[in-house]
Nanobody, 123 residues
């Protein structure tokens, strides 16, 4: 599976952005899709994940209630809707694909990664 994230940009605090992750390959629907982010000088961290069917989603506490992940398996697309953005959400955002797992926060369980898209939130 090859992934390509897009949709990043500069937004003011309180604003919204929607990131997209386009996947290639006919096995897209076999994988859970995760979003991670890495802020300058910090380690990459888990943001959220959606199950293969899209019926289950999981979020980091820091984004819960503000971010929503969805997917369209017919289009091989995953989305990260980000609302009420804060300056601390500034980071490079990555989408990643991996098999079903209960350890969905662990990067090592995602063999496929997109290239990342920059999100900058100004105060």
């Amino acid at each position: 599976v090859q992934l390509q994230a897009s949709g990043g940009g500069l937004v003011q605090a309180g604003g919204s952005l929607r990131l997209s992750c386009a996947a290639s390959g006919r096995t897209f629907s076999l994988y859970g899709l995760g979003w991670f982010r890495q802020a300058p000088g910090k380690e990459r961290e888990f943001v959220g994940r959606i199950s293969r069917s899209g019926s289950s989603t999981y979020y980091a506490d820091s984004v819960k209630g503000r971010f929503t992940i969805s997917r369209d398996n017919a289009k091989n697309m995953v989305y990260l809707q980000m609302n009420s953005l804060k300056p601390e959400d500034t980071a490079v955002y990555y989408c990643a694909a991996g098999p079903s797992t209960t350890d969905y926060r662990k990067e090592l369980l995602y063999p496929y990664w997109g290239q990342g898209t920059q999100v900058t939130v100004s105060s």
